[in-house]
């Protein structure tokens, strides 16, 4: 079994059985999917939040997750079209709780290792669009919870170059841009 199999069936172990897809009428389509992601991680990094008030958190917070994002493309299998986590790589290690469906959107719990935990929102779009939010369940006090939402949508059946599981960045989110020199 190849690494990325290896990490799928792990993934799915731990998260992917939260929910099951039938109950949404989604199967999901295999192939090229293109991930923007957005969060207000820069507001945990460039700002100290004892000293920017919440008010000023909240604000900068909805900025950071509506302005410029990261961008990649990935070459999801069926499964990972079915279970997004999986496609972004996020969940390991984690347990999911207190699953709730409505519409096509499923809400669940992560707990995950080290006492981190995530409210998490999955809504299946369509066939070729899913979005994906993650918010952290237990801030430290006084702060704005992290926030990250990855909107994936399918692009075409074939994924070029790129095998499946596998990904390619094209844009780093702007907490990971470095100035040039």
Same mark, same amino acid.
């Given at each position: 079994?190849?690494?990325?199999?290896?990490?799928?069936?792990?993934?799915? *172990?731990?998260?992917?059985?939260?929910?099951?897809?039938?109950?949404?009428?989604?199967?999901?389509? *295999?192939?090229?999917?293109?991930?923007?992601?957005?969060? /207000?991680?820069?507001?945990?990094?460039?700002?100290?939040?004892?000293?920017?008030? /919440?008010? %000023?958190?909240?604000? $900068?917070?909805?900025?950071?997750?509506?302005?410029?994002?990261?961008?990649?493309?990935?070459?999801?299998?069926?499964?990972?079209?079915?279970?997004?986590?999986?496609?972004? =790589?996020?969940?390991? =290690?984690?347990?999911?709780?207190?699953?709730?469906? *409505?519409?096509?959107?499923? %809400?669940?719990?992560?707990?995950? %290792?080290?006492?981190?935990?995530?409210?998490?929102?999955?809504?299946?779009?369509?066939?070729?669009?899913?979005?994906?939010?993650?918010?952290?369940? *237990?801030?430290? !006090?006084?702060?704005?919870?992290?926030?990250?939402?990855?909107?994936?949508?399918?692009?075409?059946?074939?994924?070029?170059?790129?095998?499946?599981?596998?990904?390619?960045?094209?844009?780093?989110?702007?907490? $990971?841009? %470095?100035?040039? !020199?």
């Amino acid at each position: 079994m190849r690494a990325g199999a290896w990490l799928a069936a792990a993934l799915l *172990a731990s998260v992917g059985a939260a929910y099951s897809v039938s109950e949404l009428g989604d199967d999901g389509k *295999a192939g090229l999917w293109e991930e923007r992601t957005y969060s /207000n991680m820069e507001l945990f990094i460039a700002h100290d939040p004892s000293k920017t008030s /919440n008010d %000023r958190q909240k604000m $900068l917070s909805a900025q950071l997750l509506n302005g410029p994002g990261g961008l990649r493309h990935i070459c999801g299998t069926q499964l990972q079209a079915q279970h997004p986590l999986l496609m972004i =790589g996020a969940g390991a =290690g984690c347990k999911p709780s207190g699953e709730t469906i *409505a519409g096509n959107t499923v %809400r669940f719990d992560l707990a995950c %290792r080290g006492g981190k935990g995530f409210h998490t929102e999955i809504a299946f779009e369509s066939a070729v669009h899913r979005t994906v939010t993650l918010t952290d369940s *237990a801030p430290s !006090p006084g702060e704005v919870p992290y926030v990250s939402k990855h909107d994936l949508r399918w692009i075409s059946a074939g994924c070029g170059d790129l095998k499946p599981g596998e990904m390619r960045e094209l844009v780093k989110p702007p907490y $990971l841009r %470095r100035p040039s !020199p």
